[in-house]
């Protein structure tokens, strides 16, 4: 069964950057419209940037201007690139995609999860 898969995660400086990235765990299947969401512990979970399937881009605010959702066709994947990062980013990120396989939607998939921590 096709998941999506997620990486970048780590440990960060504030102030600093990373670049998370998901992807489809088989090649037949392709991204379309795609979220990224984040859960920091004791809050739920919200929504942090999403980019539909001709690549319109919507930002929380609390992470526009610092943020940016983005798809690479060739490689088949959507990432999330974080700067001037905070320590109140700090949280699970998680992707949710639409796949298609054929050019057909075959469903809603989420991410298992990436840890972004920011320290300071």
């Known amino acids: 069964q096709v998941q999506l898969v997620e990486s970048g995660g780590g440990l960060v400086q504030a102030g600093g950057s990373l670049t998370l990235s998901c992807a489809a765990s088989?090649?037949?299947?392709?991204?379309?419209?795609a979220n990224w969401y984040r859960q920091a512990p004791g809050k739920e979970r919200e929504l942090v940037a999403g980019i539909s399937s001709r690549s319109r881009t919507n930002y929380a605010d609390s992470v526009k201007g610092r943020f940016t959702i983005s798809r690479d066709n060739a490689k088949n994947t959507v990432s999330l690139q974080m700067n001037r990062l905070r320590p109140e980013d700090t949280a699970v990120y998680y992707c949710?995609?639409?796949?298609?396989?054929?050019?057909?939607?075959?469903?809603?998939?989420w991410g298992q999860g990436t840890q972004v921590t920011v320290s300071s």
């Open positions: 949710n995609a639409d796949l298609l396989h054929s050019g057909w939607y075959t469903g809603n998939y």
């Open positions: 088989e090649s037949t299947f392709s991204i379309n419209a």
